[in-house]
């Protein structure tokens, strides 16, 4: 069993930045890919980010790319969402994921799941 906990979460003008990390409980979380997701209001949970378990690959939705970075660091057992150029729309609660996803966009596809943190970004 893997426990994951966010952090990093807050409130945050258009334009500023803020990280997020997701800190796993074992170290055996580093064989997983890691995802980041987000939820809106009213919204479905959607994909942000993956990272490979080796982290030579990464995954970004399209309207994040370019302003948003995950990283992991296997000897924390730790995955970083670094968000610049926040935007109203980036509002939500973001969570953490790991698993194996065959798809790595798709949510029900990971197994493991963080409580989720809060991101707003006031205009």
């Known amino acids: 069993q893997v426990q994951l906990v966010e952090s990093g979460g807050g409130l945050v003008q258009a334009g500023g930045s803020l990280r997020l990390s997701c800190a796993a409980s074992v170290r055996t979380s580093s064989r997983y890919t890691r995802g980041w997701f987000r939820q809106a209001p009213g919204k479905e949970r959607e994909f942000v980010a993956c990272?490979?378990?080796?982290?030579?690959?990464?995954y970004y939705k399209e309207s994040v790319k370019g302003r948003f970075t995950i990283s992991k660091d296997n000897a924390k057992n730790t995955v970083d969402l670094q968000m610049n150029s926040l935007k109203p729309e980036d509002t939500a609660v973001y969570f953490c994921?790991?698993?194996?996803?065959?798809?790595?966009?798709?949510?029900?596809?990971?197994?493991?799941w963080g409580q989720g943190t809060q991101v707003t970004v006031s205009s």
């Open positions: 990272i490979s378990s080796s982290g030579d690959s990464t």
């Open positions: 994921a790991a698993g194996y996803p065959l798809d790595y966009w798709r949510s029900g596809q990971y197994a493991y």
